[in-house]
């Protein structure tokens, strides 16, 4: 009876020490990292107590629990205990020695860009929004001086940029500047087109002003200074489009329609089949919450009579090129990616890092981040992170306004109780559908 009993009690708490809580992340036990914060979340019974290196931790009602710990440099031990259970987790951190490249200077070298949408760059950095416009295949340029994996670019006297070294192959041909050959301009009811011929490819640049849209093209062989400046003035709700044929840019700015039937969206569920996404909490799958979303958002925009294309409707791999691609060939008008987001390397605030942060990169698409930012706040009831900009490749393209909405966190304790409830996935949706309809009516 007493041995019974001790047997009993042994196998009680082993259950209870097995069943105590399930991390997610990290998922070893010994994990090497050149990170700042050793980021912890799983679930765990709520109505115990839990600390994670003697701090104690909040579990939302369904036990999902998210912590960071800062990490020093070699081994650091994070001890995770519960009433029942503790576990050691062991992190070793090795800090990248980071060498200042120093930048080289060399006398002009011609160089040609090897293939279309190369990004020409405002810093020698791959990354961020210092993108300036992306080149053509084939286009003539010149370089001279490097730093790192970048040449940098002669534009003109006053203007220089990046490119990477990978993207050019050098030559050794004589300078010769390029002929300018005519210039037109076209005026129709929803768009302005704009062109200009030379003898060769030219480097190009383009920015959004505040009235107008100005597309520059160079001739960096000139031995003076040489700089085409077209502009386009721009409506309120706008998209805009620069296509090289041979030496013959044609740059088009149009305004989006105005008729609900004539609007074309896209919704794109990122993504799919081995492309998980986050992990959540609870061990839930991003691309699952992103698809549920999206399928209803497309449901509800049906009723509107819009014309709707989706990147995916079933759990699949779709690459980041191709859900442009359906999107240029489709003549998208909006585009709308659906995520759920996750904390980088910084330390977790659970009140802080968590609700709906919508996405843009271009100005065009500034509007229709504002407008569905609120919109999805007000329906989904999500704590307002503030509209943001991101430079993310599916809503790089100008050719419509594109956003890329972070609904909610999978990695945040309060946000798992959202996503995990199917009425939420709806409300969530009628944010997102109520927010592109608000802005296909905001006259143009
Ligand atoms: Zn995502």
Redesign the pocket.
Known sequence: MRRGFILFLSLFFLTIQVNAFEIVMPADKKTVTSNDYAFIYGKANSAETMTINGKSVHTAPNGAFAHSVKLIDGENRVIIRTVYGMTLYKYFKTTPTEQEVPAEEFEPVKAYVNHDGTPLRSTPVDAGLNRISHLFGGTHIVVNGSKGSFYRVYLSKDNEAWIAKKDVTLTDEDFYPAEFLNMDSERFKNAIIQSISFSKKLPYTIEDCEKEIVFRVYNPELSEESVYNLSIPKPVKYAYTIELDEGNYTFKVRKLPENIKDITVVIDA??GGSEK??IGCLGDE?KDI?LKIALKVAELLNKHNINVVMTREVDANVSLEDRVNISKEKCADIFVSI???SIGDIPMDIHKNRGTSVYYFNKNSKMLAEVLQREIVRHAGTHDSDIQTGSFAVIRPTDYAAVLV?TAYMTNPFDSVLYTNDKWINKAAKGIAEGIIKYIKIKN
């Open positions: 990122g993504h996404g986050a991003e992103n995520h759920l987001n972070e």
